[in-house]
Every structure is written in structure tokens, then in C-alpha cells.
């Protein structure tokens, strides 16, 4: 099965696998997101369980379409705000983190280090998968890009995200091998933005 065949008629039911836990309202009206649930915990410290009811076999797929939605969200909310709300309207997938006194955003790059850790999935085969993910991910966000949100380019968007400071994560071969991977989703090749503008966790 392709990753597109995947997400298209497996994800989305898989995604609903997972753990939830409730949000605060209090959270939900300070973020002005009525529907807002999480999943994860800090350090993804739920790993296990949000991924016992996914097949073995498709479990490289789910957890690399699951970053690629957690990511995405992450990085709209923090580099294209006023582009924000549209996305959580048309998408409202869950976010990957924890609360506390607020909102925490879990760094979405555990979504690929903490199974491989945990031996949750199969490493060899979610390694084998990333060059299929990586054109799967950029056509994902062109796609958005191009029906709701046209002042925003993939090249632009994959700029951003991949100068953010999450990715002075390494751990792992998955993490690697995306990272490796990761500039084939700038078509351009160039990156013209500044690191400090922002940072994904604290959005």
C-alpha cells in the first residue's frame, strides 16, 4: 500500500486509535478552539498505548502521516497565524502535547524517535518509507496551500519548518533519515528566512 492510499483510507480511522485526553475549556477559550483535544503527553510518555491499536504493519505510515499533520499544524500556528484558524477549521486533527498551567507543544520529531526507541515499529521499514513520505508530504501541502491558503507557497512553508529549532533534535535512525531526506521538500533548494523567528514549541 502506497502512503497516499494510506492516508486517503486508513489513516483517518486510525488516527481516532489514539489516546485523547480532554483540554481545559478554560485552554480551549483562551486558544479560541471549542473542539480542541490532545494526545501524547510530554515526551510522548503515551507512545504505547496511543499506538497498541495500530496495525504493526502500518504503524511506519502512521506514525510519519502523524507527523507530517502534527508539523504542519505546529508550524501554521507559529510562522502563518493569520492563516491559522482556517486550518484548524478544516482539519482539527488533535495536538500532540501536554497541559499544565497551558498548552504545551510536544516536539513533533518524537513522533519519530520515541517508537523507534520504545520498539514500537520497524525501523528498517519506516527508514524505506522516507523517500515516498517526502514527496507525500510536500504534494500534501501544496495541495492545502493551493485550495485555501494561495499567499503561502510549500517552498516558503518547508523553509520555515525545517529552520525551526526543533530540528536540533537527533535521536535515532528515523529522525536521520528524515533529516537526511527533509531538503527534497524545498524544491528551490534555498532558504531565506531567519531560525530566530520563531520556534515551534512555544507558539
Request: hydrophobic share 40%; glycine share 6%; aromatic share 14%.
Amino acid at each position: 500500500m502506497s502512503i497516499v492510499n494510506y492516508f486517503n483510507h486508513g489513516f483517518q480511522s486510525d488516527i481516532g486509535k489514539l489516546k485523547f485526553s480532554e483540554v481545559p475549556q478554560v485552554l480551549k477559550d483562551i486558544l479560541n478552539d471549542k473542539d480542541l483535544i490532545q494526545f501524547g503527553g510530554k515526551n510522548w510518555s503515551r507512545a504505547q498505548d496511543d499506538l497498541n491499536d495500530i496495525d504493526v504493519e502500518l504503524r511506519p505510515m502512521f506514525v510519519l502521516c502523524l507527523f507530517a499533520l502534527v508539523a504542519t499544524d505546529q508550524c501554521m500556528q507559529t510562522y502563518f497565524k493569520p492563516h491559522y484558524a482556517a486550518w484548524r477549521t478544516h482539519t482539527a486533527y488533535p495536538k500532540f502535547g501536554w497541559t499544565r498551567f497551558g498548552f504545551y507543544n510536544e516536539n513533533p520529531l518524537k513522533l519519530l524517535s520515541v517508537p523507534e526507541q520504545a520498539q514500537l515499529v520497524d525501523v528498517e521499514q519506516t527508514c524505506a518509507l522516507m523517500r515516498e513520505f517526502v514527496g507525500f508530504y510536500r504534494t500534501l501541502v501544496s495541495d492545502y496551500c493551493h485550495l485555501h491558503a494561495p499567499q503561502i507557497s510549500a517552498d516558503l512553508f518547508f523553509s520555515r519548518l525545517l529552520q525551526d529549532d526543533i530540528f536540533a533534535m537527533g535521536e535515532g535512525r528515523v529522525v536521520t533519515t528524515f533529516k537526511q531526506a527533509a531538503p527534497v521538500l524545498i524544491k528551490g533548494r534555498t532558504l531565506d528566512v531567519s531560525a530566530s523567528e520563531g520556534y515551534l514549541l512555544v507558539a
